[in-house]
């Protein structure tokens, strides 16, 4: 295939690109880097990759056929949307719009890198894609929620109306090698603070619960889901459900840390619990996570430990 990836400098973008290219295919990566990096794709010295510096939120024009369009562009951490609220919800709605239509235009399948967060705090435990989600359109974390909201109902629109062959993948909790170190969220926070011995930061009473999945795990239900028949959207994930006390203390051990805990306010909407349901990934695409969040973890600690 010929792949056009968005975002394709960022954590889970730049490993679709390692990817895709292992696979024999060819990948265009295209990133404004406002929080990509090209660190991220540095090491890449195939042929059949090329890199382009630009933001999607304006027109997008691609020599050549494509075959898909795997559009990631967009903050995905709380500290980076509300950071950039306005860019988080253009890259949300302009950004996809630009992207469907390039998809249309090649006649290229789309894939849409939708999130967990769709559901919000969520009143329905485990997560099912058929659940609407309980989302505050108008609190802090809404700009992020409601803009994948928007781009899902947008390309189910592309999909219906102008037939465009769409996929939608809701993203839960995923970590591995290039987080960013200041990403902010639960797990490369836990670990820096690990690595240097400091208190780990919990928000709340720590009874939160997460479910954490590896970033080769999601990758691979990824690739399945881009090459199948699917038009649902699709939960990736992995169901081990551990609340974030739990993830504390196994980073702590795992790090040979000599860290404790401290406790912080919970911030605004911030949901107790989210666990994906994933009996339709099974059935559907024959996925399931395999990496056992113990060695993802120790693999993702290795790599925090190398000088940044």
């Not at 999909?159 to 090698?177: A, C, E, L, S």
């Not at 969220?185 to 690595?195: E, K």
Request: proline share 6%; glycine share 8%.
């Amino acid at each position: 295939m010929r792949l056009l990836i968005t975002g394709g400098a960022g954590f889970i973008g730049s490993h679709l690109c390692d990817h895709f290219l292992a696979q024999g295919d060819e990948v265009i990566c295209m990133d404004n880097l406002l929080t990509g990096s090209v660190r991220n794709i540095a090491h890449i010295r195939e042929a059949r990759f090329s890199f382009i510096e630009y933001d999607v939120t304006n027109y997008i024009y691609i020599d050549g056929p494509l075959d898909a369009v795997l559009h990631f562009a967009s903050p995905a951490s709380p500290i980076d949307y509300l950071r950039l609220p306005i860019h988080t919800l253009k890259v949300g709605a302009i950004g996809t719009h630009r992207a469907l239509g390039l998809a249309r235009l090649k006649q290229a399948r789309f894939l849409l890198a939708s999130t967990s967060e769709v559901y919000g705090d969520p009143l329905l435990h485990p997560q099912v894609e058929d659940y609407w989600g309980n989302v505050n359109p108008v609190g802090l974390r809404g700009v992020y929620d409601e803009a994948k909201r928007f781009a899902e109902a947008l390309t189910m629109a592309y999909h219906r109306y102008h037939g465009v062959d769409t996929k939608i993948v809701r993203i839960f909790n995923t970590f591995g090698p290039r987080m960013r170190r200041d990403d902010g969220r639960a797990v490369p926070v836990f670990i820096n603070q690990a690595l240097r011995h400091e208190p780990l930061t919990v928000f709340g009473d720590g009874s939160q619960t997460r479910s954490f999945g590896y970033i080769t795990d999601l990758v691979r239900g990824i690739d399945a889901l881009i090459r199948s028949a699917e038009t649902d959207p699709i939960n990736l994930g992995n169901p081990q459900e551990m609340t974030l006390i739990e993830m504390a203390k196994l980073i702590t051990a795992l790090a040979g840390s000599r860290s404790g805990i401290v406790y912080q306010p919970l911030p605004e909407d911030d949901p107790k619990v989210r666990q994906p349901d994933i009996s339709r990934a099974r059935e559907r695409l024959g996925w399931g996570p395999q990496v056992d969040v113990r060695e993802a973890l120790r693999l993702t600690i290795e790599w925090f430990r190398q000088p940044s």
